[in-house]
Structure formats: structure tokens, C-alpha cells
């Protein structure tokens, strides 16, 4: 089953504002990830956050992370057209004996950025 | 640095034919490696991890199978299609110590 939930499905908005993308998930966790998705192309890794840590910053990315409501927020800073693209949350679980059985994704976001 | 090649990137086949996607990652050794599927507008599904030569472990049970026959290859398999086979295939590495997952380009298959 799913261990993460991304809200919204979808998400438009005009170059320049600002995006907010939301994940839910249900077990305890190591860490969050957050990864992005071109249409029909593989994911990338955008940023990682430790269940320890509250909020982290990359760029124009700021994450924060939630444990006592298992939830994580990305939000784009002045969004740009090239930031169309699908977001997809993933979680690993302590439990995963070191994590060498993967990570478990949301459905993702679909942001369109009109220009 | 590490790379990650996936082939082919695109394979329409008839239901009941065989599949054979290969996936090989460079600069990095004893990687973890896994196999994930994406239905359209679905999030995605692990189907296979390996974490060494021969080693496979199963996700969810189905006709598909995997086989690492080197330390950086990895192979997705099935010995006849079904409709519902179609879809998004990508393969990935894991970094160990953080857990991130780096992609492919993935496979796109569509069985008629």
C-alpha cells in the first residue's frame, strides 16, 4: 500500500507564486525525500530530510517535516516554468533492516506553472 | 560519477511475448538496485531489490521476475506479457548511507 499521499493530485498556478505540494504518510520513518519527475522521464532527487529535523532548505525548495502529524510540506519559492513537473514524496521506514528494501512513494503532485 | 542506463526506452509488444529490460549502473560498486513500475497517473510500485550478485527480493507476486547476473546489471524479465504488464519501468540505485534513490530514464512498455 501506499505509505505516502501527496495533496494536492494537482496544483496551477502563475509564474512566480509560490507552490505548496503536502504528503501524508502513516509509519514511523528514517527520513523524507522529496523527488521530481518530467513527464516520461526518470525521477531526480531533489531534497532529504532526517525525522529529526524540522525544516531544510535547498535553493528555491524549503521543506518541512512534521513527525507528530506524519506530514511533510514542499514549497517552490517564485515558481518558474521549468518547474512543470510531476513531485512525488518518498518515505523508508526503520524497520527496512537499513533501508535496502527501498523507499515508498506517493502518488505525487502535478504542478503546471503557466507562464 | 555515477551513471545509470536503462534499455530499451520504449517496447510495444503483443500479450503473451516474452520482455527483456536491462538496466547497468557505472561508478559505483555493490550498488542496491531496484526495479519500480508507474501506471499512468499512479505512483510507484517497487517490484524487485537486489542488494548483490543472485540476490533478488520480490515485492509484489506476479509473472515478472529479476536477475542481477553482475554486480551493476540488472535485468527485469517475463516469459509472457499480460495487458496488464503495460507501463512505466524504471530501475534505480541507492545511495547507502542516505537512502536516495537515483533513476533511470525508465522503459516505457505497452502490451496489445
Known amino acids: 500500500s501506499q505509505q505516502g499521499e501527496e495533496d494536492p493530485q494537482a496544483l496551477s498556478i502563475q509564474e512566480g507564486e509560490n507552490a505548496t505540494m503536502n504528503c501524508s504518510y502513516k509509519t514511523s520513518i528514517n527520513n523524507l525525500q522529496w523527488y521530481r519527475q518530467n513527464s516520461g522521464r526518470g525521477l531526480v532527487h531533489l531534497i532529504l530530510i532526517r525525522s529529526n529535523e524540522r525544516e531544510k532548505h535547498s535553493g528555491r525548495l524549503r521543506v518541512t517535516l512534521d513527525t507528530s502529524k506524519k506530514s511533510s510540506s514542499l514549497l517552490i519559492t517564485a515558481s518558474r516554468a521549468a518547474d512543470t513537473a510531476s513531485y512525488f514524496c518518498?518515505?523508508?521506514?526503520?524497520?527496512?533492516?537499513?533501508?535496502?528494501?527501498?523507499?515508498?512513494f506517493g502518488k505525487g503532485t502535478h504542478l503546471i506553472i503557466q507562464p | 560519477s555515477q551513471t545509470i542506463h536503462q534499455w530499451p526506452a520504449t517496447l510495444v509488444q503483443p500479450v503473451g511475448s516474452p520482455l527483456s529490460l536491462e538496466c547497468t549502473v557505472e561508478g559505483t560498486s555493490n550498488p542496491n538496485l531496484y526495479w519500480y513500475r508507474q501506471a499512468a497517473g499512479r505512483g510507484l510500485q517497487l517490484l524487485f531489490y537486489?542488494?548483490?550478485?543472485?540476490?533478488i527480493s520480490s515485492e509484489v507476486p506476479q509473472n515478472l521476475s529479476a536477475s542481477r547476473p553482475q554486480d551493476r546489471q540488472f535485468i527485469l524479465s517475463s516469459k509472457k506479457l499480460l495487458l496488464s504488464d503495460s507501463g512505466f519501468y524504471l530501475c534505480?540505485?541507492?545511495?547507502?548511507?542516505?537512502?536516495?534513490?537515483?533513476f533511470g530514464e525508465g522503459s516505457r512498455l505497452t502490451v496489445l
Open positions: 534505480a540505485w541507492q545511495i547507502s548511507s542516505t537512502g536516495e534513490l537515483f
Open positions: 518518498a518515505t523508508d521506514s526503520p524497520y527496512s533492516g537499513g533501508g535496502a528494501d527501498g523507499l515508498t
Open positions: 537486489s542488494v548483490g550478485i543472485g540476490q
